[in-house]
């Protein structure tokens, strides 16, 4: 008999080729299932809320898998971290009260954070985990810019354009933000980092490279290249042309994966 788990996994993506196993390419997902089949010694087919890139990092990151009934959660997890430390870790783990819950389809919502460090000089304890830009940034604007994308919205302008299998008609890009803002990150909360600004935007779904692609937009809203009033004309395009240069990967963080309540 197997049982579903659910797992909440953080991970510093820097030297991962994304989280979706890939062939001949080190993943985190391929990493984590490798770890979980050696412990287990079952063969596992686990699904993860959403495929992060290259380069991206992990906080929340959830993981659905079908474990032997019998296997004891606690002692999996403390094995998982010994083998997995230090560039994955499962924070948590434990059994869904749904049989049928799956971190992919279930989920409800996404939380991303993503982090510029404005400051003249880099900082080389987040150089892995934000983007260093030396200009100085209006924040005012770049929070003011984000009120358009707020709602349900094509975001075409702000993807990168899947292709579709042939003879299959074109997926759609239209999400619904739900929150969306910049703010600067207090220096005691982060190790004392000065000049560090945060942006958090909430949505049911993302399309590939959407955050980052909104993100380096509202950085040249910031820089003065563009006017905080110029992002509801650059959605309406639906040209990703019309948008800014795409933000780098590092950083960017999925930082939670929203569900239902659990059944009592």
Known sequence: MVRRARLTVAYDGTDFHGFAEQAEARTV?????AAMEKVTR????PVC????????????????????????LGGLQRRLNKLCAPEIS??????????????????????YRYHVLNSPEPNPFVARTAWHVAEPLRLWAMDLACDPLIGEHDFTS???????????????????????GWHEVPES???????????????????HQMV???VGTLVDVGLGRLHA???????????????GRVAPPHGLVLWEVGYPPEPN
């Open 29 to 33: 997902m391929g990493e984590l299932r």
């Open 42 to 45: 079952t063969a596992l087919d």
């Open 212 to 214: 980052r692609s909104i």
């Open 49 to 72: 809320a959403g495929r992060t890139d290259a380069g991206v990092h992990g906080w929340g990151q959830v993981v659905s898998v079908d474990l032997p009934a019998g296997t004891d």
């Open 158 to 180: 702000f993807c990168r354009k899947p292709k579709p299998a042939q003879g299959d008609d074109e997926p759609s890009l239209t999400r619904r933000v739900i929150s969306a």
């Open 229 to 243: 009033g110029d992002v509801r004309g650059i959605l309406l395009r639906r040209d990703r042309q019309a948008a």
């Open 90 to 111: 499962v924070r948590e783990m434990r059994w869904c009260v749904d049989p049928e819950f799956s971190a992919r389809f279930s989920a409800t919502s996404r939380l």
């Open 189 to 207: 909360a982060h190790g004392a980092v000065p000049g560090l600004l945060r942006f958090e935007i909430r949505a049911n779904a993302f399309c």
